[in-house]
């Protein structure tokens, strides 16, 4: 690192050298990590949820072209099963991507493995273009997930030891806005995609939606010219002379409990959002009124239905930005259960019209979803600087794997809506959990300058 660049970093998440009060105060190295993150988190969630919005008529087509089946029929049972072994897969390489990249992320420094993970996901969600079976479209989930969850243990690193320690909660808000947006970015992309195939009166293609997921590789370029990295994982690095934490550290004594307690409420709350964010759009197009609905017109109004989600989500993440600044970040995330366990609860008990689902009550469980926008900033801190992204990643990933298997097990739930109902019981789960969990020090943690 050149001293320039060390006089110009201002290392506001462990290290202040002076006040930040207003953006205007922040340095260019702040700036840059700042974007840098935020639209590593916009490509992440484009490229996550292309396939939730096309799974059903794409593997229903690849089954068909295959012979499996006769006709290429998105409700056939055979396209639910292999579609959320897809989805299971995808979890489950989230998951790993997020221990593994997070390790690269502490070994190698933020920027760098910033920079790899969204290499890995635009990579392969642009090959899931040429998929030509179910197995093949599998893999290429598998792989682009790697890049995902690893972008999301170390933006949120790179974050929280670049920006200030009092704006966490506002800066969980707007990174996790760009995977909202991202996600919206998705919802045009099928939703323009269906609207030109219904104007021009041409077959109806899911596929092309991944070639879409490409643009994120040419953000790579940007991101090792212009982000240096973090002053305090230098300090770290340094102080450390060669002897970093390894994964086993995470449940060394003083580190352990937190470590547990973090994955607790990770896996309860991601799997049960998983099988909503899965489930529900399948759930809306089995319902009997639409049924005789066109294939795109229906398409659409899955497209909307999700798009009205994740746009109220975004609400959701500065009102849980705005919870924890006022109860703590452990309060704010048992709040935000509570919310969620009550939003699944009605919108699942009883068998509901499309109306209601649509413009009320998918939106109400979108809102609470803002409970993982702190997860980005709470979790790296309870960790020490050279364990931060593998410690976040790890207990944040660990519950895609436990969502996985409640994806695929939800797949030989009959009715949707009962399956959707009973992941809703998770969040109490978290809830409680969530109580236990410790608030980060205004300083940095507390295992940081101590042997491992």
Not at 61 to 76: M, R
Not at 105 to 119: E, N, P, V
Not at 159 to 188: D, H, M, Y
Not at 347 to 355: K, L, N, S, V
């Amino acid at each position: 690192m050149t001293t320039s660049q060390k006089t110009e970093t201002i290392s506001a998440g462990d290290t202040p050298q002076r006040e930040v009060k207003r953006l205007r105060d922040l340095s260019p190295q702040q700036w840059k990590s700042g974007i840098a993150a935020w639209l590593g988190w916009l490509f992440d969630g484009l490229d996550m949820h292309l396939y939730t919005l096309i799974a059903a008529p794409f593997v229903a087509q690849l089954l068909f072209h295959s012979g499996a089946l006769d006709v290429a029929n998105p409700a056939d049972p055979l396209v639910k099963t292999k579609s959320s072994m897809i989805q299971a897969a995808f979890l489950i390489g989230w998951a790993l991507g997020g221990g593994f990249f997070g390790r690269i992320g502490d070994l190698l420094g933020r920027s760098r493995a910033l920079s790899l993970t969204i290499l890995t996901y635009a990579a392969f969600t642009g090959l899931s273009f040429f998929a030509q079976t179910w197995w093949q479209l599998m893999i290429f989930r598998f792989l682009a997930a790697l890049g995902i969850g690893g972008e999301w243990a170390v933006g949120s690193a790179l974050l929280s030891e670049t920006w200030p320690k009092k704006w966490r909660p506002w800066i969980a808000a707007v990174l996790q806005c760009g995977v909202n947006f991202g996600v919206l970015l998705a919802c045009v992309t099928v939703f323009c995609l269906a609207s030109i195939t219904s104007a021009l009166k041409v077959t109806y293609q899911p596929r092309w939606v991944f070639l879409v997921g490409i643009l994120p590789a040419l953000l790579v370029f940007w991101i090792r010219r212009k982000v240096p990295e973090p002053e305090a994982w230098h300090t770290a690095k340094a102080n450390a002379r060669g002897a970093e934490p390894g994964i086993a550290q995470l449940f060394a004594p003083g580190i352990r409990r937190t470590t547990l307690l973090t994955m607790i409420v990770c896996a309860c709350s991601l799997t049960a959002w998983w099988a909503f964010m899965f489930w529900h759009a399948q759930h809306l197009r089995n319902l009997d009124e639409l049924k005789s609905w066109p294939v795109q017109q229906r398409e659409k109004l899955v497209s909307s239905a999700f798009f009205i989600v994740i746009g109220v989500s975004v609400f959701g993440n500065f009102f849980c930005g705005w919870l924890a600044r006022r109860f703590g970040y452990r309060r704010s995330v048992a709040i935000m259960c509570l919310g969620f366990f009550i939003a699944m609860t009605g919108t699942f008990a009883w068998p509901r019209g499309h109306e209601e689902l649509v413009y009320f009550w998918f939106p109400l469980v979108g809102f609470f979803s803002g409970v993982f926008s702190i997860f980005t900033m709470y979790l790296p801190p309870l960790f020490p600087t050279l364990l931060r992204t593998t410690g976040a990643g790890f207990c944040f990933n660990i519950g895609r794997i436990a969502a996985a298997f409640g994806t695929a097990y939800s797949a030989h739930v009959r009715d949707i809506r009962h399956a959707l109902l009973y992941a809703g019981f998770l969040f109490p789960i978290a809830l409680i959990t969530a109580l236990f969990l410790p608030e980060p020090d205004d300083e940095p943690a507390p295992a940081d300058d101590r042997e491992p």
